[in-house]
């Protein structure tokens, strides 16, 4: 079957760098996005890795090793409005079905 | 401004009732998702459709059905509703693939959820 493994909740203070990281199992896949929810709001996308490697887009980087089967989303310069819920997804190579993590909640302090 | 919507927001209903929700895109995509999320378990993909004539099921679709009534409608139905089908609901759409490669990118949008609660 196919899965992927997050942790459940990570806390970090303002200004620092967190890393959420994800692992799966899953016999085949397109890539690896990473999505944001607030509490009460929809899920928005941060970053794809379609190769392995670093993605940046601003604060946030995302990286992919898949012969670790790992991946990992690094925030840094926390904000207290970072303070939300993130997901890794996979598109499923078999039937092209998007398969979520179960999510993070990162709590940032002041 | 384009946008992924979704009717009703909130939803009680009984145990046995038929249930359907709802959701309309102005983004002109081709592929729809119904996801349900329940605490601790993200979300798990229930049913997609790439465009009107193909539907596909997801991870969890037994007791729900949907129907792709055009490019922007994707509505899913719970024929005979359950307590355990209490869950917030989401609908996303995407766009193709690009350059008729490979899936290399697959940014989904979605919409605002229904939270539907069954007695």
């Known amino acids: 079957g196919q899965s992927l493994e997050q942790p459940s909740e990570v806390t970090a203070v303002e200004g620092a760098i967190v890393q959420i990281n994800c692992t799966y199992q899953?016999?085949?896949?397109?890539?690896l996005s990473w999505y944001q929810q607030h509490d009460g709001g929809a899920p928005t996308f941060l970053s794809y890795?379609?190769?392995?490697g670093l993605e940046e887009t601003g604060r946030f980087s995302s990286f992919l090793s898949r012969s670790d089967s790992y991946g990992y989303l690094l925030l840094q310069e926390l904000q207290m409005k970072d303070s939300a819920s993130y997901f890794c997804?996979?598109?499923?190579?078999?039937?092209?079905?998007?398969?979520f993590g179960a999510g993070t909640r990162l709590f940032v302090k002041a | 401004d384009a946008d992924v919507t979704q009717t009703p927001r909130n939803r009680i209903t009984k145990t046995g009732k038929r249930i359907m929700l709802e959701c309309s895109q102005t983004?002109?995509?081709?592929?729809m998702y119904w996801y349900r999320q329940d605490p601790g378990l993200g979300l798990r993909l229930i049913y997609y459709?790439?465009?009107?004539?193909?539907?596909n099921k997801g991870e969890i679709s037994d007791g729900y059905s949907v129907s792709r009534q055009a490019q922007a409608k994707f509505s899913l139905s719970l024929e005979s509703a359950i307590p355990n089908q209490t869950a917030l609901y989401f609908c996303?759409?995407?766009?193709?693939?690009?350059?008729?490669?490979?899936?290399?990118?697959?940014?989904?949008?979605f919409g605002p959820g229904t939270r539907l609660t069954v007695l």
């Open positions: 996303a759409t995407s766009d193709l693939p690009r350059d008729g490669g490979p899936i290399l990118y697959n940014e989904q949008f």
């Open positions: 899953t016999s085949g896949f397109y890539g």
């Open positions: 890795n379609a190769l392995d």
């Open positions: 997804a996979v598109i499923h190579t078999g039937g092209f079905k998007t398969i």
């Open positions: 983004k002109g995509h081709d592929r």
């Open positions: 459709s790439f465009d009107v004539k193909d539907i």
